[in-house]
């Protein structure tokens, strides 16, 4: 049996970020991913950091590319049925910024640098599982390459996302869930056009929710609202820019560059937390404990201000002994969880057309929207949170 100090279960984004700011401070860790390092770094997944995301990468010296191929965004725009108007993230906030650099390149980057840093990384294990978690001495079991291995550590942190095996090895009577599904999906593709702006707008149209992002200044991410089931295979390339086209209105249609598009996918939304993120010695970090709809492009952001503050729990622990960090790290977490899961909730429900929707609704929500236009105040709060919330708000 190998003793380490920190198990970490799932090589995503918030295990990476937890395994650099541990093995940085001297502390052993292990991180297991039952997947491929080519599979986890070929996810299409978020694209926009908030400032508190970026500010972390820059402390563990990995924003190199970041810096030179990130695109940093002062503000972003709302179209009301083809009406934009312009939200100023620096002006509204004191400076904050959000900047778009995918998951995948993200990824990458900490890859790169757990391999350069000597970060012990197990890639495609099988049959984890998670013992005597409610002791001050845990255990991990996994297969790897046909031969069962088993790791001693005094805390394991789960960074495995929504199916893996983390939460699920806490018992049902400890846990208290919490969910909505919204019952709409967002068809997302990817094309190698020039972006129809050089920031995101946010659509709100009669027929659905469109979002026009981007990777990079040659590359291309939009987004449809549709069906939760919808078929991928039923949206061919000119019928997916058509609409894109007939969403954003006559002011931008006639600035979209079409192409080839080479990615599809469809992603339900829906928002889920458990509580509380820690039983015993096991700690739930990032989708692990939390699901956000990507409205407000929290989910990658909430899952390294989870870490942060694990990290922080953590280091102190085994510097000093004390559990004062570990007893806290819950409640922090959450309440920070629980003011995004609010915002991605809100502006889901300000910019989409769903099902359960009558026609007051949607007279709420074009007031509503006419506010934020004419109101600094209601500005400002967008803009805050957005850009991200401090830790300790």
Request: hydrophobic share 40%; proline share 4%; charged share 25%.
């Amino acid at each position: 049996m190998t003793r380490i100090q920190v198990a970490i279960i799932g090589a995503g984004p918030a295990g990476l970020f937890l395994g650099h700011l541990l093995h940085r401070q001297g502390i052993a860790v292990t991180v297991l991913e039952r997947r491929s390092r080519a599979h986890v770094e070929g996810r299409v997944r978020a694209g926009v950091l908030e400032q508190g995301t970026v500010d972390l990468l820059h402390a563990l010296g990995l924003d190199q590319r970041l810096r030179h191929e990130g695109l940093v965004h002062e503000g972003t725009k709302l179209s009301i049925d083809g009406e934009i108007f312009h939200i100023d993230f620096r002006g509204l906030t004191g400076g904050a910024t959000v900047t778009v650099y995918g998951q995948q390149e993200l990824t990458r980057d900490l890859y790169d640098a757990a391999a350069a840093h000597g970060l012990p990384i197990v890639f495609e294990v099988e049959d984890v599982h998670l013992d005597d978690i409610e002791s001050a001495h845990p255990t991990v079991s996994y297969r790897k390459d046909g031969t069962t291995r088993h790791l001693a550590c005094d805390v394991i942190a789960g960074c495995d996302g929504f199916q893996g095996v983390s939460r699920k090895a806490i018992p049902a009577v400890a846990q208290k869930t919490f969910e909505r599904a919204y019952d709409v999906g967002w068809l997302g593709i990817l094309a190698d056009v020039p972006p129809v702006d050089p920031e995101l707008i946010y659509c709100r149209h009669a027929d659905g929710f469109a979002l026009a992002s981007m990777r990079s200044p040659t590359r291309s991410r939009y987004y449809l609202q549709c069906a939760v089931d919808e078929c991928v295979d039923a949206w061919p390339d000119d019928r997916f820019w058509d609409e894109l086209c007939r969403r954003l209105g006559p002011q931008m249609a006639d600035r979209v560059t079409r192409g080839p598009i080479f990615e599809r996918s469809v992603v339900p939304l829906r928002s889920f937390v458990t509580e509380p993120m820690r039983h015993g010695r096991l700690f739930l970090a990032g989708d692990a404990a939390h699901i956000v709809p990507p409205t407000g492009a929290k989910g990658l952001n909430l899952a390294a201000s989870d870490v942060m503050i694990l990290a922080r729990a953590l280091v102190h622990f085994f510097k000093t002994g004390s559990e004062s960090g570990l007893d806290g790290y819950s409640a922090q977490a959450l309440a920070r969880v629980w003011k995004a899961e609010r915002f991605s909730w809100w502006f889901t429900g300000l910019t989409h057309r769903l099902p359960n929707m009558d026609a007051f609704a949607r007279k709420m929500q074009s007031a509503e929207l006419s506010y934020i236009r004419s109101s600094r105040a209601a500005q400002t709060t967008l803009a805050e949170n957005y850009v991200g919330l401090p830790l300790d708000r």
